[in-house]
């Protein structure tokens, strides 16, 4: 008696497909800084980044779960993050485009390409975005200089007009009377 074709899919075949996950490298993006020169002038420090990951990321991910899971890795609270800086690319080439993904749609076409890539390996994902707040406050807090805990909206200016700074010169005069 001969066999004849299997009726569906293994079950080893139907859980590794229903189980696929790519790699993900989260870079965050810090600010720069404003340093003062031995001058006296100021520039700004080149931008720090921070590479978390990788992390496995399931491919059947919703929009919100994968916001969930980005917030889980890098320890903060979901509406912490910086949506509108939510850029991706593939590892490889590293001179590949950034690619938005600010909302749904930018995620499902992420996911698209990323299923059609799943197929020949497992694909590698870098996501960069802007530093959260409350990233960039710890960081300011570990630095442990007080000038760069000082966030921009806690200046004594209103205007953000630059002012001079004086020098207060102090000078005492001792007047010695003698009376004979």
Request: charged fraction near 25%.
């Amino acid at each position: 008696m001969s066999e004849g074709p299997a009726i569906g899919a293994p079950p080893s075949v139907t859980s590794q497909q229903s189980e696929s996950t790519f790699e993900l490298l989260i870079t965050i993006i810090h600010p720069s800084k404003r340093v003062r020169t031995p001058n006296r002038k100021t520039k700004n420090s080149k931008a720090v980044s921070e590479d978390k990951g990788p992390f496995n990321i399931p491919i059947e991910v919703g929009w919100a779960d994968f916001l969930d899971i980005v917030a889980e890795k890098l320890a903060i609270r979901c509406s912490d993050l910086v949506i509108p800086s939510l850029m991706w690319h593939w590892l490889k080439p590293a001179s590949g485009p950034w690619l938005p993904i600010h909302d749904q749609n930018g995620f499902m076409s992420m996911v698209k390409k990323i299923k059609v890539k799943a197929d020949k390996s497992e694909p590698f994902v870098i996501i960069r975005m802007q530093a959260p707040s409350t990233l960039q406050k710890q960081a300011a807090g570990l630095s442990g200089n007080a000038w760069d805990a000082q966030a921009e909206d806690e200046s004594d200016f209103d205007d953000g007009s630059i002012a001079k700074k004086v020098r207060v010169y102090f000078i005492s005069v001792y007047l010695v009377l003698s009376f004979s």
